[in-house]
């Protein structure tokens, strides 16, 4: 134990002096430049307004690449030095400004993503079909690694959804997350009182186990909701009574598996996606492909995820991969495949 402190004081020490030496650098820099002198971003910042950069193509009309990497959530996330908008922000803005540009005639939405919270993923949902229905864009989804959950959730909205050869995809259903520790509290000798008024008020406690009726109760909040998620894939993607039984069961799929069962239209890469969207949306082989961000990247191009990974959460001085995302994941319903957050 005590080796292992000695560890984490070093781990903590070290990046203390990071940190002071990275505002050593900032400040030098500030001091050095001057105020009539360039501007240098040397991090990232989600303070400066969203501007348009041309990935490919010289033409009038225009294609927009969006992504959704990470997981799907409206919590904002804390960077290095202020915190940075949350994944649903973010996105909403860049839809938002898309909307106002009427030369965009497809989106081409490229999803990595195991899901996340409802409510978040249905509010992404609506927005893209909310802004088809006011500017006539069409929206063609290319799923990269995963697109599980709220991943899959979000791509219904689509008009073309292309898988990656290697795509996970499916998980079709909800899950409620929450911690119980009645169990550590009788270990330790701790208990919790409190007064309320009805009796299922505190239902869904941390500090003591779920009577019957309160299991019974959240279970039907977890029903309702998931079917809320199949009656979207109903209207959307036409499943056959087989393929609707196979799908039920909430598990993941590949992309041959998908295509087979209807869950997506096509398998391809990216660049097929991309001329996808340019045959949907009748546009020619030069139409502009454009993204939104912040700031600017030599070289840009459609696999580039900077400024679009929202995965949430605070700094951690100790490292737990996986489990730092589970234990920042707040309890609540969530359309996400629990396997591969943190991922």
Known sequence: MMVRLKHVCLFTASRNNILRFLTSVVTLCV??????SPKISIFPNESEPLREFTIQGKGDEKILL????????????????RPKPSML??????????????????????????????????????????FKEKTGAKIIVSMMDLAASGGYYISLSADHIMAHPTT???????????????????????DVSLNKTGKNKDMGSWFRKQTTEEESLIQDIIDNMG????????????????????????????ADEALKLGLVDSIGYIKDAL???QKIAELSKDAKLVVYRRTYYPDDNMYNTALNNYSGGKIS?????????????????YYIWPAAVGR
């Not at 969006?66 to 030095?81: P, R, T």
């Open 227 to 254: 079917q809320r998620f199949i009656g979207l894939v109903k209207k959307h993607r036409k499943l056959t009574p087989s393929a609707e039984q196979e799908v039920v069961t909430a598990r993941v799929f590949v």
């Open 31 to 36: 001091l050095t430049l001057g105020c009539g």
């Open 317 to 333: 001085v100790v490292d737990l991969g996986p489990m730092n995302a589970l234990a920042n994941m707040e309890p609540g319903f």
């Open 89 to 130: 922000q973010e996105f909403i803005s860049q839809l938002n400004k898309a909307e106002k540009d009427k030369k965009i005639k497809a989106v081409l939405l490229k999803i990595n993503s195991p899901g996340g919270t409802v409510t978040a993923s249905d509010i992404i949902y609506n927005e893209l079909i909310r």
């Open 66 to 81: 969006l992504s959704i990497n990470g997981g799907v959530s409206d919590k904002e996330k804390e960077g290095l030095f």
């Open 168 to 190: 996970v995809t499916g998980s079709i259903g909800v899950i409620a997350m929450r911690p119980e520790l009645s169990g550590l509290m009788d270990k330790i000798g701790v």
């Open 275 to 277: 001329e996808k969207a």
